[in-house]
């Protein structure tokens, strides 16, 4: 599956970007990918931009994988926000239970949108006060 991670440094926005084929567990190295990158910051708003996916094959059984991983990525990810976009109802499903199986006890926020300037804006409300947690 391919996919790029950066933090933007222009609003301290991370950004995941998934396409081509992906398949369920495979979204796990990404993620892990974008939570061990130079610039992340525990508490950043994230950007899952997952617009150019073309299949996705995801099956209840890949939550699983999430399940036994959700601890990890919720410490490492902390609270904020984090932004879905994609425009396909099957990913936007998906997107929604990924978020609900690795937000942990932290008071991490996660929405669905099917434009990029709403996630953007949605963004942007919490990014001029980020204040990074340790």
Known sequence: ???SVHVRPSDRVAVL???GTVEGEEIIPACMALLHHPDWERGLPTLWDLRDIETFLFVPEDLAAFE???AEIAALRGDGRTAFVTSDS???INAHLLGIKTKGDTGREFRVF???ERAEAWLAEVTSGHVPVS
């Open 1 to 3: 599956m391919p996919y």
């Open 90 to 92: 099957w990913v936007q």
């Open 68 to 70: 036994t991983r959700a």
């Open 114 to 116: 099917a434009r990029l």
């Open 17 to 19: 970007r998934l396409f």
